[in-house]
């Protein structure tokens, strides 16, 4: 079965710090994926994605995640936080052929201290 | 500016009484999905459509209905057999390819009078 993990509830930062925030996946074939931030009482705000090529991939804001295939992982990172940074992330997978249906992970809380 | 209006903001619901989501977009997509959102939960599928008069259920639709009479409207009925339906509900759009990305409305927050 698909699925997507984020292994952290909560991940706190010092502002000007490097942040990363982690997902790994487990889908067979080669997997689209996806990351969204979410603001309190707001819908979700497409970052990046990742769908073939370079490992590394660059978004909105300054954020960027790298692609891992061995580690079935697509971690985010940014190299300097923001106190605005300080939101809900998503992680997401969708597969070729599945119409755009994305399986997302439960969230990460990303609290960026002044 | 092309984009997904969802309506209303907040939304109440008394015992026994069927509710409306309205999600409407102009971008022209295909697909149109639901989602519920309940604290440490992530998002949860409930339907989702890819063509108008079409459409399937997801992870948790028992106590919710939809249509999908128009390409641009994709309207979410509550109703009174959702037991526990206070949560935040969000409408999104993408085209069919899976390597575009989904793009959200702002959410319906549902509460129990």
């Known amino acids: 079965a698909q699925s997507v993990a984020q292994p952290e509830d909560q991940v706190n930062v010092a502002e000007g710090n490097p942040l990363t925030v982690k997902c790994t996946y487990s889908?067979?074939?080669?997997?689209?994926l996806f990351w969204y931030v979410q603001y309190p009482n707001r819908g979700l705000q497409f970052l990046l994605k990742?769908?073939?090529?370079?490992?590394l991939v660059k978004g909105s804001y300054g954020f960027e995640a790298e692609f891992n295939k061995s580690q079935t992982s697509f971690h985010l990172k940014k190299p300097s936080a923001l106190v605005s940074d300080s939101a809900l992330y998503f992680c997401?997978?969708?597969?070729?052929?599945?119409?755009?249906?994305?399986?997302f992970g439960q969230g990460t809380e990303l609290s960026v201290k002044p | 500016d092309g984009g997904i209006t969802q309506s209303p903001k907040y939304l109440f619901r008394k015992e026994g009484q069927n509710v409306t989501l309205s999600c409407e977009q102009n971008?022209?997509?295909?697909?149109m999905y639901w989602y519920r959102q309940d604290p440490g939960q992530g998002l949860r599928l409930i339907y989702y459509?890819?063509?108008?008069?079409?459409?399937q259920k997801g992870d948790i639709a028992e106590g919710y209905s939809v249509s999908r009479e128009k390409k641009e409207s994709f309207p979410l009925t509550v109703t009174s057999a959702q037991k526990n339906p206070t949560a935040f509900y969000l409408c999104?759009?993408?085209?069919?390819?899976?390597?575009?990305?989904?793009?959200f409305g702002d959410g319906t927050r549902l509460s129990i009078l």
């Open positions: 999104a759009s993408s085209i069919l390819q899976g390597n575009q990305p989904q793009h």
């Open positions: 889908v067979s074939g080669n997997p689209y």
């Open positions: 990742y769908i073939t090529g370079d490992n």
């Open positions: 997401a997978v969708s597969r070729i052929n599945q119409g755009g249906k994305l399986i």
């Open positions: 971008l022209n997509h295909d697909a």
């Open positions: 459509s890819q063509i108008v008069n079409d459409f």
